[in-house]
Nanobody
């Protein structure tokens, strides 16, 4: 299983960015998908998560400014971020809690991370 993230980059404060992450490989079912971020010197923190039924949860630092969505048919999760602030600068990691085979136990998988830099 691989999680391939894309969409990071440099954006000015107040700007917008859309991250995408596709899970591929031998996958039976994807339960939870989401985004976490880690800034230098800080612990990794949750940005947003979404279940396979569409239930969402957001970190307080992005509430009202970010929207997470997913395409279950493509095993892909998206994060639309608006009104970005300099403190949003971090490596953003996508995450999936999924089952590979019918008899396998579900487990967590992480993408390689994509850098988001908010700066003028």
């Amino acid at each position: 299983v691989q999680l391939q993230a894309s969409g990071g980059g440099l954006v000015q404060p107040g700007g917008s960015l859309r991250l995408s992450c596709a899970a591929s490989g031998s996958i039976s079912e994807v339960y939870m998908m989401g985004w976490h971020r880690q800034a230098p010197g800080n612990q990794r923190e949750m940005v947003a998560i979404i279940s396979n039924t569409g239930s969402t949860n957001y970190g307080d630092h992005v509430k009202g400014r970010s929207t997470i969505s997913r395409d279950n048919a493509k095993n892909t999760v998206y994060l639309q971020m608006t009104s970005l602030k300099p403190e949003g600068t971090a490596v953003y990691y996508c995450h999936a809690y999924l089952r590979q085979g019918r008899g396998a136990a579900p487990r967590n998988y992480w993408g390689q991370g994509t850098q988001v830099t908010v700066s003028s």
